[in-house]
């Protein structure tokens, strides 16, 4: 059985296209993913708008990739190239299986 990983990108709304882009764009290509609007919270808020000081968060898409872990570097060296934004954050967590439910 191959070691799975799970992906996690968080990234500012602007460059989430561009991302999504180089995720879907890879050759070979990598698994499809799941994204979801998301707010950060966090202690430096020098390049967050009014809005967001006021509320005390800022807009970000979450990006979840479930993956082989030999396809990781692959995925990185692609987030890579889609942005160099200081706000982009990512962490790998291990997967312990996956599947789908099958009728």
Do not use: Y
Not at 69 to 88: I, M, P, S
């Amino acid at each position: 059985m191959k070691t799975l990983c799970k992906l996690v990108v968080v990234c500012p709304l602007e460059v989430a296209e561009d991302i999504t882009e180089a995720f879907l764009d890879a050759s070979p290509g990598l698994p499809g993913f799941t994204s979801f609007d998301v707010q950060g919270h966090g202690h430096d808020f020098a390049s967050a708008s009014t809005h967001e000081q006021v509320r005390g968060h800022v807009a970000r898409k979450c990006l979840w990739m479930v993956l082989p872990e030999n396809d990781v570097e692959r995925a990185l060296v692609a987030l890579g190239q889609a942005t160099r934004n200081a706000h982009v954050t990512h962490w790998l967590e291990p997967v312990a299986g996956a599947g789908s439910l099958k009728a």
